[in-house]
């Protein structure tokens, strides 16, 4: 998996209660991704960062927020959790070389399940 | 509309098959398109990467794209049991790492 550990690997928590999901990688890649994959719809993108303390919105950000304060870690905070934040969650690297377009390296997910 | 369109399968065939997945789109300016195979459980790994339009083999595997009718392809093969699982398309319009698009993905099961 590239690199990329994410924890915890699997969750199960309350409706109402924050969750925040890590992703840790070892490659120094600049750009770092969070995804959510559901039935149906595939893996669509919730925030991303370009940088240490830079970070911008994806196709379905709302009811989360991201930090990135070392180039290695890049958290996920769901801020109450609901049933449907329930999915699959994916953390990418990409090295993005000026210039050049790189593509995504993915991490092994994490299962939350929001009861 | 969705930008990718994938047919989600399940799509089963006999061990040594020729296997064709396919991709279409509607965005002209994508020109980056990638391949990810998924399997259960585990997050998507890169399997090809293209640029502009043409063909390009690794090993077993065939990635075709035709820009001019937005459609691209991935060959596999000898289908192998061990090539069961989901495969996902994916395509860029830009050097910009966020604005990757993905279809959702066919499951493939290759059957001994």
């Known amino acids: 998996d590239a690199g990329i550990t994410q924890s915890p690997r699997h969750k199960v928590t309350e409706t109402g209660t924050p969750v925040t999901l890590r992703c840790h990688q070892t490659e120094n890649h600049r750009y770092m991704y969070w995804y959510r994959q559901d039935p149906g719809h595939g893996l669509r993108l919730i925030h991303y960062s370009y940088g240490v303390k830079d970070t911008d919105k994806g196709e379905v950000s709302d009811g989360y927020s991201v930090s990135r304060s070392k180039t290695e870690d890049f958290l996920l905070t769901l801020e109450s959790a609901t049933s449907s934040q329930t999915s699959v969650y994916f953390c990418?690297?990409?090295?993005?070389?000026?210039?050049?377009?790189?593509?995504?390296?993915f991490g092994p997910g994490t299962r939350l399940l929001v009861l | 509309q969705k930008e990718v369109e994938q047919d989600p399968g399940p799509l089963s065939v006999p061990e040594g098959a020729i296997v064709s997945l396919n991709c279409t789109y509607s965005n002209s300016a994508f020109q980056y398109f990638m391949w990810y195979r998924q399997y259960s459980r585990k997050g998507p790994e890169l399997l090809m990467y293209?640029?502009?339009?043409g063909n390009k083999e690794d090993g077993r595997f065939t990635a075709q794209v035709d820009k001019s009718s937005k459609y691209i392809s991935l060959f596999i093969r000898d289908s192998q049991p061990s090539d069961s699982a989901t495969y996902l398309c994916a395509m860029s319009d830009q050097t910009g790492a966020n604005n990757l698009f993905f279809g959702t993905g066919t499951r493939l099961t290759v059957i001994p």
């Open positions: 990418a690297i990409s090295p993005l070389l000026a210039g050049g377009q790189e593509t995504q390296y």
């Open positions: 293209t640029y502009s339009s």
